[in-house]
């Protein structure tokens, strides 16, 4: 076995299900090592923000795996740094695998090609963005450093980086060993527990707020059979929309402060013991409170560690956790507690009327009424807010981090490692930048249901600064564009050309479908409008 195949399956046995690419020189022997050996399957896209973009989104939606973004030295990596910044900010696990100079390449005293000021530059700027860093130059060391960055890159739910020298490819090398997750201090898990329960149990108002880690880690299934035995209600935070999507927990909705269901605000705000599950403590998701929450009242799981007030119970993971509640709570009847289901908007009226944000939430309910629920996966933007009030599906999305171009990539990255037909919302902005991507779906037979939100401007900037003219942007009929990417597109002016573009989509298999909705300036979606104001109120404040 050489380095490249002990590498190839040390990334199958942690979970990578394929590969995300795009060739250079620096990365062409292990690209050959890919193609030749078949160990995983290779998808290559058009450009470096798409590859990290996709790969990110395997890892999202698969949960307790591994993203693969397979890239050049240099000009390949450097050119994927915001999507593994995206990664890194929200917790993703992925594996970032650069290819390198080889050894005699960095002694012969020349300035090589794609380097910055050092040749160790690249490695030094992506010690900023992952968790984890090795370099391949030694295969007797490669097989324990391998096991050590890929346990981290799981354990911590953060991106990690391998460079790969091209002259190290075929070195032959032993298999790489999968570490064992390392132990829990028992005594301070179960002092954890007890503690947790007993304010559980004094509370009045007790909720559970869900964020991004339970999909992580892959335990969704186990914070929704807790909150039954504890009979607490949920949940979600901004950035957790769409867990819990395919359980029967007692969901309350999602959690969005002033711009949400007043209840759930209240709900949160107001509970004594707020249990929060992986949430990530950001001003995504707790900027526009009502009222300022007291964390020292509440209690956080989150980074491998259990925060109370003033004690912390470190080295204790999300799953540790869950599995020492669920011991200690089996002896209570699972009954759900009474809690308003979330309600969304329906019933399109499909007339001549124009299009807004909100009419396209309620075509893909109604779409998903009739048909049965689709995988989400938006860009930022007002996109983003209308995708808050779409039933409660799996949503995958930049919530925190905030970045453009997000969509069209990671929903071709979910269905390469899903198989599962995606609908992908982008604004026009977000659209110019990656999605042209589009056009690598014939090679693969992708077929993702793409909704372009087309107000020819950034709209969501605009709500911010309404005489700016930067924020115009051109008519650039991307619906036309489609077929010459090997697409389907359709320009909706209207409701009824929506509803009906949406319906001859949905009935179209094996080739991507565009929906160009066109939308008036101005037009946002209720939930946005709500943050916009909530945003200025609290500022003013």
């Known amino acids: 076995m050489n380095l490249s195949l002990s590498l190839l399956h040390a990334l199958k046995a942690h979970g990578a299900r394929e590969l995300f690419g795009l060739p250079g020189d620096f990365v062409l022997p292990f690209f050959q090592q890919l193609e030749q050996s078949q160990v995983l399957p290779l998808y290559t896209l058009s450009h ?11 890892a999202r939606f698969q949960g307790g795996g591994l993203g693969v973004a397979v890239v050049t030295y240099g000009a390949g990596a450097l050119n994927m740094v915001n999507a593994v910044a995206s990664s890194y900010a929200e917790k993703v696990p992925m594996v970032v695998i650069s290819g390198a100079p080889a050894a005699h390449e960095r002694r012969n005293g020349f300035l090589l090609h794609h380097q910055t000021r050092t040749l160790d530059s690249q490695l030094a700027i992506f010690r900023e963005i992952t968790c984890d860093q090795v370099v391949l130059n030694n295969a007797e060391t490669a097989p324990a450093d391998i096991a050590r960055v890929l346990r981290n890159c799981q354990m911590q739910s953060r991106p990690v980086y391998i460079e790969l020298p091209r002259d190290m490819v075929a070195v032959p090398c032993e298999p790489v060993p999968r570490l064992p997750a390392p132990a829990h201090d028992m005594e301070a898990l179960h002092a954890c527990v007890q503690e947790l329960l007993a304010r559980l149990a004094r509370a009045r108002n007790p909720v559970l707020l869900v964020g991004i880690e339970i999909r992580r880690f892959g335990v969704e299934d186990k914070v929704a059979r807790l909150a039954k035995l504890l009979r607490v209600p949920v949940a979600t935070t901004i950035m957790g929309r769409g867990l819990l999507a395919d359980t029967d927990a007692p969901l309350l909705g999602t959690y969005l402060g ?88 329906h019933e399109l009226k499909a007339d001549g ?24 996966v938006s860009d930022i933007g007002d996109c983003f807010f209308t995708a808050l009030d779409i039933e409660n599906t799996a949503l995958l999305a930049p919530g925190y981090y905030a970045t453009m171009g997000y969509g069209v990539p990671a929903g071709l990255g979910l269905q390469a490692s899903s198989g599962e037909r995606p609908i992908i919302l ?21 077929d993702p249901i793409v909704i372009v939100f087309n107000n020819c401007g950034w709209e969501m900037l605009r709500t911010f600064q309404p005489t700016a003219c930067y924020n115009d942007l051109s008519d650039w009929h991307f619906a036309d564009a489609a077929p010459a990417l090997g697409g389907d597109g359709y320009r909706a002016e209207t409701r009824e050309q929506l509803q009906q573009a949406l319906q001859q989509a949905l009935a179209t298999r094996g080739k991507f479908q565009l929906i160009e909705a066109m939308l008036p300036r101005g037009a946002l979606s209720a939930t946005l409008a709500r943050f916009v104001d909530g945003v200025r109120r609290l500022q003013s404040q």
Not at 48 to 58: S, T
Request: charged letters at 20%.
């Open 48 to 58: 470096e923000p798409g590859v990290g973009f996709a790969a990110d989104a395997a």
């Open 353 to 376: 009327e124009r299009i807004e944000p909100m009419d396209i939430a309620r075509a893909v309910n109604d779409l998903m009424a009739r048909h049965g629920r689709m995988p989400i």
């Open 258 to 345: 002033v711009a949400g269901d007043p209840a759930i605000t209240q709900a949160v705000e107001e509970s004594d013991a707020l249990l929060m599950l992986g949430v990530l403590v950001s001003d995504t998701n707790f900027g526009v409170s009502e009222r300022k929450i007291d964390m020292r009242r509440g209690i956080l799981a989150l980074d491998g560690q259990v925060s109370m007030g003033y004690h912390v119970y470190p080295d204790i993971s999300l799953e540790a956790l869950l599995d020492g509640l669920l011991e200690s709570a089996q002896s209570l009847a699972p009954q759900a507690p009474e809690h308003k289901t979330a309600r969304y908007p």
């Open 426 to 446: 982008v604004g026009d902005g977000a659209f110019q930048m990656t999605g042209w991507e589009l056009g690598n779906c014939q090679r693969y037979g992708w």
